[in-house]
T-cell receptor, first 113, second 112 residues
Framework: EAGVVQSPRYKIIEKKQPVAFWCNPISGHNTLYWYLQNLGQGPELLIRYENEEAVDDSQLPKDRFSAERLKGVDSTLKIQPAELGDSAVYLC???????????FGEGSWLTVV | DQQVKQNSPSLSVQEGRISILNCDYTNSMFDYFLWYKKYPAEGPTFLISISSIKDKNEDGRFTVFLNKSAKHLSLHIVPSQPGDSAVYFCAAGGTSYGKLTFGQGTILTVHP
């Protein structure tokens, strides 16, 4: 069974440019998460989806970040415009039920220069 | 407000000995606890979990202990192997909480 798939794995952009990350969760998983991981820190939740509904986006900086999960499967996370402080790993994860074991993708590593 | 804390940034252990990684939490609503392992340039991988109705869960060389009164959990790895060298994250959540909250991680190094 395929795991959580993310792309791109690595992205280098100049500040003020836009960037988008894509995620395909494990088949059958209704809950999808985007986590942010800064160097030396644990993952921090940005947004959680139950099917296509964003049920927790309290930590998403809505002035520059947006996310969507239109058909309740794949999801995209967008940053526009990117800032130097956005350099981090963006992790997508999925689970069969909220609050239980989640399974991560390999992450999308963003460097803003 | 850090609800899940791993106070040891790093741990160094000799191959064959026991590794003990610790984690403290503050939110009494957490009822499900997990450990993840992360190698460089990879995403975190689920290792082992425990629900609040248990105080111990074992899977091969890995055992997680939960002390609810102290709001403390630990991961024991016996015997430790060089391939166990990685960053270990504890996480807490539960069906009533809806998400997992992670600690900062502990870097485990197992020396041959």
């Amino acid at each position: 069974e395929a795991g959580v798939v993310q792309s791109p794995r690595y992205k280098i952009i100049e500040k003020k440019q836009p960037v988008a990350f894509w995620c395909n969760p494990i088949s059958g998983h209704n809950t999808l998460y985007w986590y942010l991981q800064n160097l030396g820190q644990g993952p921090e939740l940005l947004i959680r989806y139950e099917n296509e509904e964003a049920v927790d986006d309290s930590q998403l900086p809505k002035d520059r970040f947006s996310a969507e999960r239109l058909k309740g499967v794949d999801s995209t996370l967008k940053i526009q415009p990117a800032e130097l402080g956005d350099s981090a790993v963006y992790l997508c994860a999925s689970s069969s039920n909220s609050g239980n074991t989640i399974y991560f993708g390999e992450g999308s590593w963003l460097t803003v220069v | 407000d850090q609800q899940v804390k791993q106070n040891s940034p790093s741990l160094s252990v000799q191959e064959g000995r026991i590794s003990i990684l610790n984690c403290d939490y503050t939110n009494s609503m957490f009822d499900y606890f997990l450990w993840y392992k992360k190698y460089p340039a990879e995403g975190p991988t689920f290792l082992i979990s425990i629900s609040s109705i248990k105080d111990k869960n074992e899977d091969g060389r890995f055992t997680v202990f939960l002390n609810k009164s102290a709001k403390h959990l630990s991961l024991h790895i016996v015997p430790s192997q060089p391939g166990d060298s990685a960053v270990y994250f504890c996480a807490a959540g539960g069906t009533s909480y809806g998400k997992l909250t992670f600690g900062q991680g502990t870097i485990l190094t197992v020396h041959p």
